[in-house]
């Protein structure tokens, strides 16, 4: 049974989480061409997405980094958020962003590419591919077969499933590690709730690189380089994992 700390502490999580929502859904709001873009996008299709906070999380990243190549891993109602920033950004720098959006599941990938409103489709390229079993050291990691050779600077993180196609053991996302090998940027981006993944990648990358905000769901990638791997941690592992999550906003 629960002791009364465990329970205040969960409450607490509720209602910061529920503030964190509505802050988020208030914020969309008032960029009307990002809200009614994202309801359209609701109105078509039968996935549930993701979360305000995710969408306004991701918007104002990509506000703030200014991309010029996303990776998109796993697209739907996010590949209007990322658009919506990235042509944003372009009315603001005169350059303009483009997105990759990998998808493994023909059913999901032909749905995307159908409903994406036609405004997006010049910016936005979809690849359907298989996944794949990758080690990296110890860990076990499933990415995308038939991921473009680009030169990335900002991923979201939210498919494939990181389930091992070989024996169905649970493992992590090794697209971040594909894509940071053949790009000369450094990349930040957003992991949405998979926690193994942001796990694996702070041991690899220190936890100053990579942040999990344990109310939010979200990891976060904070400018990373392949050479960064060369700083992993391998001796505080736990005591670093946990010293990530935040209950309050982390700035990026």
Not at 191 to 196: L, P
Request: hydrophobic share 35%.
């Amino acid at each position: 049974m629960m002791n009364a700390s465990i329970l205040k502490k969960n409450y607490f999580e509720i209602i910061i989480r529920k503030i964190y929502e509505y802050w988020s859904i208030y914020n969309i709001k008032k960029n009307h061409k990002l809200c009614s873009d994202i309801n359209d996008y609701h109105k078509k299709t039968s996935s549930t997405g993701c979360s305000y906070t995710d969408y306004w999380e991701l918007y104002k990243l990509i506000k703030k980094h200014k991309p010029i190549e996303v990776l998109e891993c796993g697209p739907g109602v996010t590949t209007v958020v990322i658009a919506n920033a990235l042509n944003e950004n372009f009315v603001e720098t005169g350059l303009q962003g483009k997105i990759t959006c990998m998808e493994n599941h023909k059913v999901w990938y032909e749905m995307a590419h159908e409903i994406l409103p036609d405004e997006f489709k010049e910016i936005t390229s979809f690849v359907l591919s298989d996944i794949e079993e990758k080690t990296f050291s110890m860990f076990r990691g499933v990415c995308y077969k038939d991921l473009p050779k680009k030169k990335y600077d900002f991923i979201l993180i939210d498919g494939p499933e990181y389930i091992s196609p070989k024996d169905k053991t649970p493992c992590f996302d090794f697209d971040f590690l594909n894509a940071i090998q053949f790009s000369n940027n450094n990349i930040n981006g957003l992991i949405d709730k998979r926690i193994s993944t942001c796990y694996v990648l702070q041991q690899l990358f220190g936890h100053k690189k990579i942040r999990y905000d344990n109310i939010k769901g979200l990891g976060y990638i904070k400018n990373c380089s392949f050479a960064d791997i060369k700083h992993h941690e391998v001796s505080i592992s736990s005591e670093s994992f946990d010293l990530s999550k935040r209950y309050l906003s982390i700035k990026n």
